[in-house]
């Protein structure tokens, strides 16, 4: 069930509907038939994938973070919970990678080519697992206490808004946020749908519209050749961020309407002014949880600290302890590559180029400390330049992240100095593309109204624009559904595609 159709819309009023109903210390119990009914819709192996894991990590929970077992026994369990996960994790997000493997083990088992393993992944199986191996995690370094009860915890692990794409959350965040007294509030139903109709229009008529560009150009780089390149990696950009970022408002906004407040994921993150600002601003939090439970944890190891002392006698006190940070963030970008598909495209486009662009502006940094002056860091012009720069940085991998594979995005380098082997021409009208540009400005203005320098600021909220004005609230609520409704791609006879982030 996608998160942009009517039948999600009539799902989510059912579950208000039955959720305020409820007493108000049982309403977060209404959740579970909920989230239940939800996985079920995606499939009955769906619903056994999720359920398997919060079982096996409400148990592994348990006995990490029980302090009568010796360290070695907690260490143990953890490791076996998080060895199980992330293979049933591998099983299933690489099944299709390994096709000789996937054909015998189909044979073997005498299933077709759509595995049972293939229903899990559009779930987005990555964003739970990883999100339920962090409270395994939190119970064995004694950052929280063990849930006993294991309803509680269902509701954690299974909370439908964010099965799909995320946001990443954190147990004592989340549960906390469960144990609320929640009731009605018609301030919170006005922001929910104002959230949720903000993500149907970045969806429905920006993203779905640059997808046709996207589809047309990395489709045919022979003929789609010169500035057809450009529009297509800037189309991309463009889909990418407001399929992905549409879908966190939609998943914020159906929280809302629950009283449960989720984190934001997304910050202006065009606006950055260098990749490492960008990627504090783009998916912040499975870029806290990586930083949280592979980046420091891989620093503060004995390996990593034995290796900055040998570098240290190596190269000196100043360059040496650089070299395990140096090391950790290899492996950091590698998984988050990794992560991201397990092939190389995303291994190099989301992974290893980014932490080349940081390692080598961390290492130039004298210089730039000494050009600084020089270029007037400070003035306006000189931080658009940053901004552009960083850019064009990001768009160089997102071509590796969307080309079917690295020669491919090699190829798709290459046609921006060739000529075309063909007639180039993309299926969208002259109507659609003023309604693309039109809707990226809207997108661009509310962006920057957002837009904080400092990227540990919290944004500037639009919708609290419309605190005391509920006359405003309400035409914006009014003129986003009649915009969605009037511009949107959807309807019979066309399938909106789904979220790109809920097959990772």
């Given at each position: 069930?996608?998160?942009?159709?009517?039948?999600?819309?009539?799902?989510?009023?059912?579950?208000?509907?039955?959720?305020?109903?409820?007493?108000?210390?049982?309403?977060?119990?209404?959740?579970?038939?909920?989230?239940?009914?939800?996985?079920?819709?995606?499939?009955?192996?769906?619903?056994a994938f999720v359920l398997l894991s919060v079982i096996t990590t409400?148990?592994?929970?348990?006995?990490?973070?029980?302090?009568?077992?010796?360290?070695?026994?907690r260490n143990a369990a953890a490791a076996v919970t998080i060895i199980?996960?992330?293979?049933?994790?591998?099983?299933?997000?690489?099944?299709?990678?390994?096709?000789?493997?996937?054909?015998?083990?189909?044979?073997?088992?005498?299933?077709?080519?759509?595995?049972?393993?293939?229903?899990?992944?559009?779930?987005?199986?990555?964003?739970?697992?990883?999100?339920?191996?962090?409270?395994?995690?939190?119970?064995?370094?004694?950052?929280?206490?063990?849930?006993?009860?294991?309803?509680?915890?269902?509701?954690?692990?299974?909370?439908?808004?964010?099965?799909?794409?995320?946001?990443?959350?954190?147990?004592?965040?989340?549960?906390?946020?469960?144990?609320?007294?929640?009731?009605?509030?018609?301030?919170?139903?006005?922001?929910?749908?104002?959230?949720?109709?903000?993500?149907?229009?970045?969806?429905?008529?920006?993203?779905?519209?640059?997808?046709?560009?996207?589809?047309?150009?990395?489709?045919?780089?022979?003929?789609?050749?010169?500035?057809?390149?450009?529009?297509?990696?800037?189309?991309?950009?463009?889909?990418?961020?407001?399929?992905?970022?549409?879908?966190?408002?939609?998943?914020?906004?159906?929280?809302?309407?629950?009283?449960?407040?989720?984190?934001?994921?997304?910050?202006?993150?065009?606006?950055?002014?260098?990749?490492?600002?960008?990627?504090?601003?783009?998916?912040?939090?499975?870029?806290?949880?990586?930083?949280?439970?592979?980046?420091?944890?891989?620093?503060?190891?004995?390996?990593?600290?034995?290796?900055?002392?040998?570098?240290?006698?190596?190269?000196?006190?100043?360059?040496?302890?650089?070299?395990?940070?140096?090391?950790?963030?290899?492996?950091?970008?590698?998984?988050?590559?990794?992560?991201?598909?397990?092939?190389?495209?995303?291994?190099?486009?989301?992974?290893?180029?980014?932490?080349?662009?940081?390692?080598?502006?961390?290492?130039?940094?004298?210089?730039?400390?000494?050009?600084?002056?020089?270029?007037?860091?400070?003035?306006?012009?000189?931080?658009?330049?940053?901004?552009?720069?960083?850019?064009?940085?990001?768009?160089?991998?997102?071509?590796?992240?969307?080309?079917?594979?690295?020669?491919?995005?090699?190829?798709?380098?290459?046609?921006?100095?060739?000529?075309?082997?063909?007639?180039?021409?993309?299926?969208?009208?002259?109507?659609?593309?003023?309604?693309?540009?039109?809707?990226?400005?809207?997108?661009?203005?509310?962006?920057?109204?957002?837009?904080?320098?400092?990227?540990?600021?919290?944004?500037?909220?639009?919708?609290?624009?419309?605190?005391?004005?509920?006359?405003?609230?309400?035409?914006?609520?009014?003129?986003?559904?009649?915009?969605?409704?009037?511009?949107?791609?959807?309807?019979?006879?066309?399938?909106?595609?789904?979220?790109?982030?809920?097959?990772?």
């Amino acid at each position: 069930m996608s998160l942009v159709s009517f039948e999600f819309l009539l799902f989510i009023a059912a579950v208000v509907i039955v959720y305020y109903i409820c007493p108000v210390k049982f309403r977060k119990f209404a959740l579970i038939p909920a989230n239940i009914a939800f996985c079920c819709f995606a499939g009955i192996y769906t619903l056994a994938f999720v359920l398997l894991s919060v079982i096996t990590t409400f148990t592994g929970g348990l006995l990490a973070g029980k302090k009568t077992i010796k360290s070695g026994g907690r260490n143990a369990a953890a490791a076996v919970t998080i060895i199980l996960n992330f293979g049933l994790l591998c099983a299933v997000k690489f099944y299709g990678v390994m096709d000789i493997f996937a054909e015998r083990l189909n044979m073997l088992l005498g299933v077709s080519s759509e595995s049972w393993l293939a229903f899990a992944v559009p779930l987005g199986m990555s964003f739970y697992t990883l999100q339920l191996i962090g409270y395994v995690l939190d119970c064995l370094w004694e950052k929280i206490k063990p849930e006993k009860n294991f309803f509680r915890y269902l509701i954690f692990g299974s909370y439908f808004p964010y099965l799909t794409s995320g946001p990443m959350n954190r147990y004592a965040d989340l549960s906390a946020e469960f144990d609320r007294e929640h009731r009605f509030s018609l301030d919170n139903f006005k922001t929910g749908i104002i959230r949720i109709a903000w993500g149907f229009f970045k969806k429905l008529i920006i993203a779905e519209r640059a997808g046709v560009i996207v589809k047309a150009v990395y489709g045919d780089h022979a003929v789609y050749t010169g500035w057809y390149v450009v529009l297509g990696v800037a189309a991309f950009a463009i889909q990418l961020y407001t399929d992905f970022s549409g879908c966190m408002d939609v998943v914020i906004g159906v929280s809302q309407l629950l009283d449960i407040r989720m984190p934001e994921n997304f910050n202006s993150p065009y606006f950055a002014r260098s990749i490492r600002e960008y990627w504090r601003r783009w998916h912040i939090t499975l870029g806290d949880y990586l930083a949280d439970y592979l980046y420091y944890p891989l620093l503060k190891s004995s390996l990593f600290v034995k290796i900055g002392d040998v570098s240290k006698k190596a190269f000196g006190k100043k360059k040496g302890k650089k070299v395990p940070i140096y090391l950790a963030m290899v492996i950091l970008w590698t998984a988050i590559g990794y992560w991201h598909g397990g092939v190389w495209k995303y291994i190099i486009g989301s992974g290893l180029l980014h932490c080349f662009y940081i390692v080598s502006g961390m290492l130039c940094e004298p210089l730039f400390e000494k050009i600084r002056p020089i270029l007037k860091s400070d003035k306006l012009p000189y931080q658009l330049f940053q901004v552009l720069r960083t850019f064009v940085l990001v768009l160089l991998g997102f071509v590796f992240f969307r080309a079917a594979n690295v020669s491919d995005a090699i190829q798709m380098l290459k046609a921006l100095f060739m000529r075309s082997a063909g007639e180039a021409a993309i299926d969208l009208t002259l109507a659609n593309y003023i309604v693309l540009g039109a809707a990226v400005l809207i997108l661009t203005a509310v962006d920057l109204y957002k837009f904080r320098p400092k990227d540990t600021d919290e944004p500037r909220s639009v919708i609290a624009l419309t605190n005391g004005r509920p006359v405003l609230a309400w035409l914006i609520i009014v003129l986003l559904i009649a915009a969605v409704l009037v511009f949107g791609m959807y309807g019979l006879g066309y399938n909106a595609s789904s979220f790109i982030y809920a097959s990772i």
